[in-house]
Antibody, heavy 123, light 108 residues
């Protein structure tokens, strides 16, 4: 069974950084893309960015430019997202989601989702 | 434009057909995906590439596309279908992803 298991909840001070992990289970990271999405309480889903594991190619929404980093560790089948310079507006549930690469694309939707990681930014 | 527009809410009675639309300029060129999100849970893909139903998704869920509008149809909606539904697509480069604002489906 394909699953994504995310790291636990985080409480951070404004101005600091948070790193969220996402481990695959039942499939290997090497032939997948991992996307990151967040959702503030009561709000819509917001796309953050993606990493294509086999190429280490990444992209992110303009809103997060210069503030977010995506990495992956093939040896542990784990993807990571680090968000810097946190403010209270970054308080949200952060999801990773994955899709196996086809012959033509690695970015066709998100068919496996993690359980979500709650990040709270508060002084 | 990267904007996807959905109605904020749709209501149907049990057994009726629910239709949720999503409109956006890139939908005529790029695939759309639909996700169901129940309260407190992670999203689940219910429609892949405009109209394909992933394994395990009930047959009452279907998707269609016409020009710049895609539609999620739930034929014979059930109480368990009550959830938020989001459409998702990408820009024409395929590099930027965006979601619609979400539609709250009420079945009562």
């Amino acid at each position: 069974q394909m699953q994504l298991v995310q790291s636990g909840p985080e409480v951070k001070k404004p101005g600091t950084s948070v790193k969220v992990s996402c481990k695959t289970s039942g499939f290997t990271l090497s032939n997948s893309a991992v996307q990151w999405v967040r959702q503030a309480r009561g709000q819509r889903l917001e796309w953050i960015g993606w990493v294509v594991a086999r190429s280490d190619n990444t992209n992110n929404a303009q809103k997060f430019q210069g503030r977010v980093t995506f990495t992956r560790d093939m040896s542990t089948n784990t993807a990571h997202m680090e968000l810097n310079s946190l403010t209270s507006e970054d308080t949200a549930v952060y999801y990773c989601a994955a899709r196996a690469c086809s012959s033509t694309s690695c970015l066709d939707g998100m068919d496996v989702w993690g359980q979500g990681t709650t990040v709270t930014v508060s002084s | 434009s990267s904007e996807l527009t959905q109605p904020p809410s749709v209501s149907v009675s049990p057994g009726q057909t629910a239709r949720i639309t999503c409109s956006g300029d890139t939908l005529s060129k790029e695939y759309a995906y639909w996700y169901q999100q129940r309260p407190g849970q992670a999203p689940v893909m219910v429609i892949d590439k405009d109209s394909e139903r992933p394994s395990g998704i009930p047959e009452r869920f279907s998707g269609s596309s016409s020009g710049t509008i895609v539609t999620l149809t739930i034929s014979g909606a059930q109480a368990e279908d009550e959830a938020d539904y989001y459409c998702q697509s990408s820009d024409t480069s395929g590099r930027y992803v965006f979601f619609g604002g979400g539609t709250k489906l009420t079945v009562l």
